[in-house]
């Protein structure tokens, strides 16, 4: 049984046409003149618990949206959406008991009390039985090594410090789904180490399926084995990030370098691109093409220098598709 | 909710905790309340001194109106003036979402989280100021009449904290609302008078779409047997019923904005 299920889930914001001037503002209390923002636009996918899934997507792409109406904040527009079986908005206050929600740029933490207050409070709403309250407090603290700020003002603690008693204020419930909005935004390399190692063991350890958003890859390739990608509302890649690149219809590039030049050269395996007599480029059409199929289709005979492969960089995959914006879903 | 008997406390508590690092801003915010409702009783009083009668009601009777209408507004708003008032900033800056995601009732988390204690030097006014008043007008009291008032005492806190809700939620919808709280505040200043002094429209306002008459005047003219305009003899009856009744219209009004509620972005 999968533990999300959405199925072309829509979000459309409406926002009153704003006029100019008093009379303006008067006017638009009256009107039915919206401006409408689809946010998020048919998506649909299925989450197996145990499961730990990266969402990414430039701004303004429809991340934060997605995650507010799993976790029963936002009611959709269109589509069906299940978490734990349930409807999240109906059923929102059951659900909430089930999962936890971390915002990275919202603390939910009391500002002018020591964490260990906030957290305590939590026992008491989310009604955590002592002993078991008492053992993953003790073992989120080593874990996230918090001992030496736990019972400092949160006002007091830096963002790193803040984050990782976000985190582990979201777990002391034990919830089966961890929803995690830009958890790392703003985080210094070493911060953003811990919480990464952190979640990726609260995964696999306890078996908590994680949802979160982000910018940063470095966050999917540590923590999610599993990539959605959306743009503009509407889901462009689901599946693992070693196949976001061919997904995305970027290729490798092959250079053969020859002593002398062999002349013309085609090939089933590969197709030219770039011919500069002892130096061709190829592009290789398939993930599956390796160098070797390459080289056995060329043969012998031919005076081969160099080869040189060149992945291109997955960040820079990225950045040219947003720039694109390439719209047609490419999904495989 | 089931456990609301420990999330309330533990609310509350935690809520008191993180305030009691400035107590003296706290006594001295008392006691300015003090001084400013004091001395404009004070003036009311002198003003009836002079003239006799206010609609027909004499400064004793005033006094009792006056301390039921801030006894009832203290208690209703204790409960939901500071915190709806903030409902703007928690919708702008995002705290509503992470209020959304906690297993206990929206509403219980809101006013439990931010239990107003500052309305202690209202309520010591109003009590004693109704205690003397209570001593002053012709009223027989039985068991009945007795449990009667605070009856009305806990219908019109009920209209307030109601009242005060509606106009919280709306920042769900329009992000907007604290502009709405200014109109509230003309029609409470309206509603320490007695409501036959005013003009028709303004009566028939009060008793319907502003319902703030229901707050003070028409339960107190009840317990001192005035006649109340088109109300008459329901009065006792009215003034009973208009709490539960705002509050259930209050209730649907708070789901209708939490399912339209849009978040602010980002
Ligand atoms: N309350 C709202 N009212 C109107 N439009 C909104 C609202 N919330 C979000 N939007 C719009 O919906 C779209 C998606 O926003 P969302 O916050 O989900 O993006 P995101 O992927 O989380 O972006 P980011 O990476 O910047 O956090 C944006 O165009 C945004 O302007
Ligand atoms: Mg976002």
Redo the contacts with the bound molecule.
Sequence with gaps: MAIISAQGVEKT?R?PKRQSGLAGAIRSLFSRDYTE?R?VNGISFTIQPGEAVGYL?????????MIKMMTGILVPTAGTLSVLGREPHSNRITNAAEIGVVFGQRSQLWWDLPVRDSFDLNRHIYDIPTPRFAENLTRLTTMLDMGGYIDRPVRQLSLGQRMRAEIAMALLHDPKILFLD?PTIGLDVVAKDVVRKFLAEVNRERGTTIIL?T?DLVDIEEICPRLIMVDDGKLLFDGELKHLRSALGSRRRLKLEFGTDPGPITLKTAHLVTDEGAAKHFLLDSEQTSILDVLTELGSGHDLKDVKLEEPDIEEVIRTFYKNKVQAGVAP | MARLHVVIPALVHTFIRSKTEYPGAMVLGWLSQFAAYGSMYTAISLILARFGSLGGWVWPEIALLLSFHLLAYSLGASLSFVQFREMEEKVRIGTMDAILVKPVSTWTYIVFSGLNIGYAGHIVLALGLMAWSLTQVDVTWTGQSSLLFVCYLISAAMIIAAVMTMIGATALVWVKSNHLYQIFFGFWELARYPLNIFPLPLQLLMLTFAPLAFMAYVPVAATLGKPVPLLGDYASAAALLAGPLVTLIAMAHWRWCLRNY?????
Excluded: D, L, Y
């Excluded at chain 2, 849009?262 to 980002?266: E, F, I, K, L, V």
């Design positions: 914001f926002q923002v946010a997507g430039p701004n303004g792409a429809g991340k934060s949206t830009e958003t910018h | 849009q978040g602010a972005g980002g």
